[in-house]
T-cell receptor, first 113, second 112 residues
């Protein structure tokens, strides 16, 4: 089983819909991250969480919200999806000091029509 | 605000040749990470560089870090087709264990 599991893997939806992307991990890491990847732009940080009670905005948080339901679960929501949020979304985890690299899930490909 | 720049963004190489990818960053950091991504896949960690002068090697890839110059390099020796992928560098944005800022990636294509 994967250490970092993202669901769904693919989603097609319409403009204005509310979408939730889920991430769960079995690595026991406190720190979790959501990134967005667009062609040619690398990965951009949306939100990150250092523990259940700590949520921080990243580079591109507008239009997104997150929930850290437990140490192992971190969800990303698009309250009212728009077409320019079409992208590949990655969840990642890391240990406290990031001595080891961040560990990434397989990604969710989201298309908004 | 931390900025991370990679160059080149696209690299077409012949098998057997050597080349270097550069990663420059704008503010002080002593932690840098290199990742590989195959098309449609997730990111795979290649190297973690945690101090000035750090050098890591794995197969045909070697990464180094110069924190004074705010520069990391990923050197490819005698390229083979299997190295075709996109390579990202990423830097700790504010000290140990904080969020990473990624470069835009270098897409490498190796042909015979």
């Amino acid at each position: 089983d994967a250490d970092v599991t993202q669901t769904p893997r693919n989603r097609i939806t319409k403009t204005g819909k509310r979408i939730m992307l889920e991430c769960s991990q079995t690595k026991g890491h406190d720190r979790m991250y959501w990134y967005r990847q667009d062609p040619g732009l690398g990965l951009q940080l949306i939100y990150y969480s250092f523990d259940v009670k700590d949520i921080n905005k990243g580079e591109i948080s507008d239009g997104y919200s997150v929930s850290r339901q437990a140490q192992a679960k971190f969800s990303l929501s698009l309250e009212s999806a728009i077409p320019n949020q079409t992208a590949l979304y990655f969840c990642a985890t890391s240990d406290f000091l990031q001595i080891q690299p961040q560990h990434f899930g397989d990604g969710t490909r989201l298309s908004i029509l | 605000e931390l900025k991370v720049e990679q160059n080149p963004l696209f690299l077409s190489m012949q098998e057997g040749k050597n080349y270097t990818i550069y990663c420059n960053y704008s503010t002080t950091s002593d932690r840098l990470y290199w990742y590989r991504q195959d098309p449609g896949k997730s990111l795979e960690s290649l190297f973690v560089l945690l101090s000035n002068g750090a050098v890591k090697q794995e197969g045909r890839l070697m990464a180094s870090l110069d924190t004074k110059a705010r520069l990391s390099t990923l050197h490819i020796t005698a390229a083979v087709h299997d190295l075709s992928a996109t390579y990202f560098c990423a830097v700790d944005s504010g000290g140990a264990g904080t969020a990473l800022i990624f470069g835009k990636g270098t897409t490498l294509s190796v042909s015979s």
